[in-house]
């Protein structure tokens, strides 16, 4: 049973286009969702919280469907330096526990 | 900014050992917690520590595993007799407050267990 899917990837993009990403989760409870970004063999770093009404933060900008249990993340105009993988991460019923989606691969190409 | 750092950044340890992974979290923070990624796998959760106790840990923190704040600034997590599926990347993290949008992990570089 998976708690968060996620899409593998690799999605592989050029510099200037825009790409989405979904996500879903299996436990309605959840009350906290996040993008966490992480580079190879390196730590997940924080990208942007996802707020009910969905939010923005630059280039990137992150919606949530309760009712799906579904969540999305959209880069715009994007980078090489946005070439990472992206970690969809829920909590798990309102705890301190999170839990974390197996990522998607994105190659952004000259 | 302020960061969280783990040592060592590699241990390589024989199969039975006991390992000791060290933290020390961000100062102002009073929660901190213990993540590991097999290599290709997501990350999982280990365990949370808040005032000095465990507050949750998963199904992965069996027996061989145990956590201490030793004193004020480091966090540590011990395995006492570790086994070849040990081997992965630990990650430390700490935040202020709990899983809040306000209070988000920051994660440590990690340290890489290798089991031989």
């Known amino acids: 049973r998976k708690e968060v899917e996620q899409d593998p990837g690799p999605f592989n993009v050029p510099e200037g286009a825009t790409v989405a990403f979904n996500c879903t989760y299996s436990n309605s409870a959840s009350q906290s969702f996040f993008w966490y970004r992480q580079d190879c063999r390196k730590e997940p770093k924080l990208l942007m919280s996802?707020?009910?009404s969905g939010n923005e933060d630059g280039r990137f900008t992150a919606q949530l469907n309760r009712a799906s249990q579904y969540i999305s993340l959209l880069i715009r105009d994007s980078k090489l330096s946005d070439s990472a993988t992206y970690l969809c991460?829920?909590?798990?019923?309102?705890?301190?526990?999170?839990?974390f989606g197996t990522g998607t691969r994105l190659q952004v190409f000259p | 900014e302020p960061e969280v750092t783990q040592t060592p950044s590699h241990q390589v340890t024989q199969m039975g050992q006991e390992v000791i992974l060290r933290c020390v979290p961000i100062?102002?923070?009073?929660?901190f917690y213990w993540y590991r990624q097999i290599l290709g796998q997501k990350v999982e959760f280990l365990v949370s520590?808040?005032?000095?106790?465990?507050?949750?840990k998963s199904e992965i923190f069996d027996d061989q595993f145990s956590v201490e704040r030793p004193d004020g600034s480091n966090f540590t997590l011990k395995i006492r007799s570790t086994k070849l599926e040990d081997s992965a990347m630990y990650f430390c993290a700490s935040s202020e407050e709990g899983q809040t949008y306000n209070s988000p992990l920051h994660f440590g570089n990690g340290t890489r267990l290798t089991v031989t």
């Open positions: 100062s102002n923070h009073l929660y």
């Open positions: 996802v707020y009910s």
């Open positions: 520590f808040y005032n000095n106790e465990i507050s949750e």
């Open positions: 991460v829920v909590n798990e019923d309102n705890t301190d526990k999170l839990i």
